[in-house]
């Protein structure tokens, strides 16, 4: 644990992950101390935060001990109203919400989280409720082409694979098979409370391949606009499955998009990393941030107003290493003064060739500027890895991050 001076100002809440950063910085903006727990413990993470609790595990998993005990810990603060969570924790929720002596939770129910997030009931549903999506299976399909494997409780792209490369491996019992269908990969951020839905803003997904995954993930640009048509199916279906689930908070919906055609894949019930986009590109429109909307609608089911439509973009993205470094002092220091970086590791990180670095935001007046912002800022940090070096040593941990 790492703590920094209490202020004197507002109350405590909780934010956990594989990364905490960004809903640290979210709170911050509500007026809230942050907690953050998460496992990389980043520069700007804990410069964020009040207290800082590592649940790191093996291989920069989330160690469920380390977890429960930091949020039995965590609820021993004064004025504590609850506990976030963020990615990577969607194996723990249900277990968590289930254990006397933690603070409460402040997210969606367990039923109505399980009632999305378990593929058979979740496209059940779908058909149910006349919303498609991809051909799915839940036994191995004879042809391997064009399929893909998915795991239930994944995250960033990394829980997705062609069926083709996995010809002779067993497939876990919690995996399904989604058939491989077009269009260009987007989301939606969504607040729900009370069977209704606020919808944010859509946004486009970035993907890279990384080994034998080809959809990690990368990043993403919005607002985006979308066809009428198609704007029109994605928000129904929100509709339509938070009145019949009773989803609550900021949650995310994954789509396909080809033309004025609609295809769902997921629906992540938690604050996503899109919400960065929303509070970059609109910050009038969000003054106490985002987290405030998902709290206020969790503790009181309120929803905030129909936001305006932005006239500004944003776009933030993931840059992975060229090859093996340590992050120096200068290097930390650099991207800490930069107003384009967050998730900036600390002094003497260890990162290897192809994990990621840190993540690039920035504002621009479109998405087509926003990608060339990003792709400049690339080239920027780029060069400073290669300009800010320290001698190999062996590090504690290789860092590998999650954001969805």
Known sequence: MISHPSSTHGPFVAVAGLSARMLAQSAARAGLRAVALDVFGDRDTRETS????????????????????????????????GWVDGSGLEPFVARLCGTPGLPRFLGNPVEASAAVRDPRRFFALLDELDIAHPRVAFTRPARAQGWLVKHADGCGGTHVEPLAALVDTQIPAQAYFQQHSPGRAMSALFVAARGSARVIGFAQQLTCAMGGLP??????????????????????????????????????????????????????????????????????????????????????GRLPAEPARATCCAGQKVL?????????????????????????????????AGQPVC????????????????????????QRIETCHEPRYEPNRAFIHCHS
Request: charged share 20%.
């Open 359 to 382: 993540t690039l935001l920035v504002r621009a007046a479109s998405a087509d500027t926003a990608r060339q912002a990003l792709d400049a800022q690339h080239a920027r940090v780029l």
């Open 215 to 300: 959809f990690v993930h990368a990043g993403s640009i919005g607002p985006a606009e979308l066809p009428l048509a198609a704007e029109v199916k994605v928000r129904a279906a929100i509709a339509a499955l938070c009145a019949r689930v009773g989803l609550a908070g900021i949650n995310s919906c994954d789509f396909l998009l080809d033309g004025d055609t609609v295809a769902l894949l997921e629906i992540n019930t938690r604050p996503s990393s899109t919400m960065a986009l929303y509070e970059t590109a609109s910050p009038d429109a969000w003054p106490r941030g985002l987290l405030a909307c998902h709290i206020d609608a969790c503790r009181h």
């Open 50 to 81: 009040e207290l800082w609790f590592d649940i790191g595990g093996a291989a920069l998993s989330i160690d469920a001990a380390r977890l429960a005990e930091a949020l039995e810990r965590s609820a021993r603060l004064p004025g504590l109203i």
């Open 320 to 352: 992975f290493a060229p090859h093996p470094f340590a992050a120096s002092q200068s290097f930390s220091d650099a991207c800490l003064r930069d107003p384009h970086c967050r998730d900036v590791p600390m002094p003497g990180t260890w990162i290897e």
